[in-house]
């Protein structure tokens, strides 16, 4: 309960109720948290630093030149941070920036954070500011630009609210990533939704590296809703980090163009479904998952997919909303309850706080804000069932109870 409250101090002082909070104190015991103010105090919490800073022209002043202890390039690696924060981020909260409406606490801090980012992106445009961000330094900001061409077409809001100049100058630094040469592998995907935000918005787009993912992601489908990540299979999480978010965003705004896909959109939706409810049996009772493969230090990111479908509202029938937002919302504090979580404000390297031994080769300050993707169904209004119905326990919640749960077999997902 006190974790609760302080939490709920945090969120309400930050959207200017902090006076109003003081004086009910005297009167009334502080309520706990709605599972919507918790995820609201938890995102600000994480992407305050970088979308103030940004807005302030002071990012590259004050965010840590942090590397993986086991960094192949570590003056590269800190170059391309930047971008991959703010790609990061806005993915993550694009859907929540576009809402309208909520309590007079949510609006408040939205339309300080609607202020922010778009300051913040018109200083990385503008080679006259510190915050200025080049997208030709590294093949890295291939990626970083697919993040942010994926928050422009999740919310179209935040592109429509750009300056025509900064659209332009947006769409030329998103074009200059053509130059890199993605690998043989989920990169695939960043070259496609990159086209993907020129076909969405009126540009001149390059339909073979569409063509090329979605083709090349069927030779790699393996079953039961799993793709390989190039040759060989690993069980790690990038199947919800990366490739199933972007299938189903790539192949249903290309389906708007063309009916050449519509085959394959319907199995992509049958394996979208299938791997999310794998992914609500993975959340364990307490929040934990298994702490297998590559990039664990994108913590919720783990399960972007989950979130994705929840705040897409394309999950399947035996998957209720409020069950998911139980799995999620553990997993949300289970990788953000260590005192070590943070450092000065800014996430650390890590899953469960700072283990600087768990990063890879490729990560560094700006990379474990992918965590952000687990924000998605805050773009959801809080009166949607996936936050206003009841809580509903999850499956390993049921299981470790001794609830009897349906057995989980699948067949025909091809």
């Given at each position: 309960?006190?974790?609760?409250v302080?939490l709920?101090?945090l969120?309400?002082?930050?959207?200017?109720?902090?006076?109003?909070?003081?004086?009910?104190?005297?009167?009334?015991?502080?309520?706990?948290?709605?599972d919507?103010?918790?995820?609201?105090?938890?995102?600000?919490k994480?992407?305050?630093?970088?979308?103030?800073s940004?807005a302030?022209?002071?990012?590259?002043?004050?965010?840590?030149?942090?590397?993986?202890?086991?960094?192949?390039?570590?003056?590269?690696?800190?170059?391309?941070?930047?971008?991959?924060?703010l790609?990061r981020?806005l993915?993550g909260?694009?859907?929540?920036?576009?809402?309208?409406?909520?309590?007079?606490?949510?609006?408040?801090?939205?339309?300080?954070?609607?202020?922010?980012?778009?300051?913040g992106?018109?200083?990385?445009?503008?080679?006259?500011?510190?915050?200025?961000?080049?997208y030709?330094i590294?093949?890295?900001?291939?990626?970083?630009?697919?993040f942010?061409?994926?928050?422009?077409?999740?919310?179209?809001?935040?592109?429509?609210?750009?300056?025509?100049?900064?659209?332009?100058?947006?769409?030329?630094?998103?074009?200059t990533?053509?130059?890199?040469?993605?690998?043989?592998?989920?990169?695939?995907?960043?070259?496609?939704?990159?086209?993907?935000f020129?076909?969405?918005?009126?540009?001149?787009?390059?339909?073979?590296?569409?063509d090329?993912?979605?083709?090349?992601?069927?030779?790699?489908?393996?079953?039961?809703?799993?793709?390989?990540?190039?040759?060989?299979?690993?069980?790690?999480?990038?199947?919800?980090?990366?490739?199933?978010?972007?299938?189903?965003v790539?192949?249903?705004?290309?389906?708007?163009?063309?009916?050449?896909?519509?085959?394959?959109?319907?199995?992509i939706?049958?394996?979208?479904?299938?791997?999310?409810?794998?992914?609500?049996?993975?959340?364990g009772?307490?929040?934990?998952?298994?702490?297998?493969?590559?990039?664990l230090?994108?913590?919720?990111?783990?399960?972007h997919?989950l979130?994705?479908?929840?705040?897409?509202?394309?999950?399947?029938?035996?998957?209720?909303?409020?069950?998911?937002r139980?799995?999620?919302?553990?997993?949300?504090?289970?990788?953000l309850?260590?005192?070590?979580?943070?450092k000065?404000?800014?996430?650390?390297?890590?899953?469960?706080?700072s283990?600087p031994?768990?990063?890879?080769?490729?990560?560094?300050?700006?990379?474990?804000?992918?965590?952000?993707?687990v924000?998605?169904?805050?773009?959801?209004?809080?009166?949607?069932?996936?936050?206003?119905?009841?809580?509903?326990?999850?499956?390993?919640?049921?299981?470790w109870?001794?609830?009897?749960?349906?057995?989980?077999?699948?067949?025909?997902?091809?």
């Amino acid at each position: 309960m006190k974790k609760h409250v302080i939490l709920f101090v945090l969120f309400l002082s930050l959207s200017g109720g902090s006076a109003a909070l003081a004086q009910k104190k005297k009167t009334a015991p502080v309520r706990a948290l709605t599972d919507r103010e918790y995820w609201l105090a938890e995102m600000d919490k994480m992407v305050r630093p970088v979308l103030y800073s940004l807005a302030q022209d002071s990012l590259r002043i004050v965010m840590p030149h942090t590397v993986s202890v086991r960094t192949d390039n570590r003056e590269s690696r800190i170059k391309v941070q930047y971008v991959e924060v703010l790609g990061r981020v806005l993915s993550g909260i694009a859907p929540w920036l576009a809402l309208e409406g909520g309590s007079r606490q949510e609006v408040a801090l939205r339309n300080q954070y609607r202020q922010w980012v778009l300051k913040g992106i018109a200083n990385s445009l503008d080679s006259t500011k510190r915050d200025y961000m080049p997208y030709n330094i590294a093949g890295q900001q291939l990626v970083d630009a697919s993040f942010l061409a994926l928050a422009f077409v999740r919310a179209p809001w935040l592109w429509e609210h750009l300056p025509a100049a900064d659209k332009e100058k947006m769409a030329a630094a998103i074009r200059t990533t053509r130059q890199f040469r993605p690998g043989f592998s989920n990169w695939l995907l960043f070259s496609a939704m990159n086209e993907i935000f020129f076909a969405r918005f009126g540009y001149d787009y390059d339909p073979m590296r569409i063509d090329y993912a979605l083709m090349q992601h069927e030779q790699w489908y393996v079953g039961d809703g799993m793709y390989k990540d190039g040759d060989s299979y690993a069980f790690d999480y990038y199947n919800s980090y990366v490739i199933h978010p972007y299938l189903a965003v790539v192949v249903n705004e290309i389906s708007k163009k063309t009916s050449v896909y519509k085959s394959m959109a319907e199995k992509i939706k049958l394996r979208n479904e299938r791997f999310a409810v794998i992914q609500e049996r993975m959340i364990g009772a307490d929040g934990s998952f298994p702490p297998t493969g590559r990039s664990l230090i994108y913590r919720g990111a783990a399960f972007h997919h989950l979130a994705d479908m929840a705040w897409r509202k394309a999950l399947p029938a035996e998957l209720k909303p409020a069950q998911v937002r139980g799995a999620l919302t553990a997993m949300l504090k289970k990788t953000l309850e260590s005192p070590s979580t943070y450092k000065d404000g800014w996430l650390t390297l890590g899953l469960y706080g700072s283990q600087p031994d768990i990063a890879d080769v490729y990560n560094n300050q700006g990379s474990p804000y992918l965590a952000t993707a687990v924000f998605l169904p805050l773009g959801l209004p809080e009166s949607d069932p996936f936050w206003s119905a009841p809580a509903e326990k999850w499956t390993q919640q049921k299981v470790w109870t001794g609830e009897d749960v349906k057995n989980d077999y699948k067949t025909g997902i091809k």
